[in-house]
């Protein structure tokens, strides 16, 4: 079945540590990924996509994400993380001939001052 | 400025009482859907409507219709609530079927009692 995985349901980091967040999917073929964040009361942002090409991608609010094929794995990183950032972040894939995203179950971000 | 509204934000209900969560967005785009958020699942389709008159169940269409008679507009409707359904509702559209950006409204947070 196809599926989304994060691993992760909470992480604490302190302002100005690195981050790295986790997220596998399932599936043969390289699926559209999606990374999205949902702050507190809010809808969904889109941080950043990877449909094809060079396998980091940028997105914004300083967020960067790397597809590895060989581990089904599209993990979002941010080299320093800010008191804003703490959300809930979510990882989503469009698998062929579906047109609806799967998302995971999603990772909660608490950052410390 | 460009958007997805949704109405209400928070509703209380009772059993069996019919109920309409409407959505709108103003980008004219084509695509609209309907997703659940439960603690632990993440992001669940319901619904979604590649176009006027043209809808299609998600993931979890059971105890839900949709309508799309206009492009800007697809209400979500309970014709008979049960307390399963009391999750945190979103309203998201794009401009095309491949989801290549969604944008979300802010959720509409329903109690069925």
Redesign the interface.
């Known amino acids: 079945a196809q599926s989304?995985t994060q691993p992760d349901?909470h992480i604490t980091v302190s302002e100005g540590a690195s981050l790295e967040l986790r997220c596998n999917y399932s599936y043969g073929a390289t699926p559209?990924l999606?990374w999205?964040v949902q702050s507190p009361?809010?809808?969904?942002?889109?941080l950043l996509?990877y449909?094809s090409g060079d396998t980091l991608v940028q997105g914004i609010k300083g967020f960067e994400a790397e597809f590895k094929r060989s581990q089904s794995s599209f993990n979002l990183r941010k080299p320093s993380v800010h008191w804003s950032d703490a959300a809930e972040y979510?990882c989503?894939v469009?698998y062929t001939g579906r047109?609806?995203?799967t998302?995971?179950?999603?990772t909660r971000l608490q950052v410390q001052p | 400025e460009a958007q997805v509204t949704q109405n209400p934000r928070y509703l209380i209900t009772v059993t069996g009482k019919k109920l309409t969560v409407t959505c709108s967005q103003n980008m004219n785009h084509e695509y609209m859907s309907w997703y659940r958020q439960d603690p632990g699942l993440g992001l669940r389709q319901i619904y979604y409507s590649m176009n006027v008159e043209v809808t299609d169940k998600g993931d979890v269409p059971e105890g839900y219709k949709v309508s799309r008679k206009e492009k800007r507009n697809f209400p979500l409707i309970l014709e008979s609530p049960s307390p399963n359904q009391t999750s945190l509702y979103f309203c998201a559209s794009s401009s095309s079927s491949t989801n290549e950006k969604l944008f979300f409204g802010s959720g509409t947070q329903l109690s069925v009692l």
């Not at chain 1, 009361?41 to 889109?46: H, I, Y």
């Not at chain 1, 998302?103 to 999603?106: I, K, L, R």
């Open positions: 989304v349901i559209y999606f999205y009361g809010q809808g969904l942002q889109l996509k449909f979510f989503a469009l047109r609806a995203l998302f995971g179950s999603g």
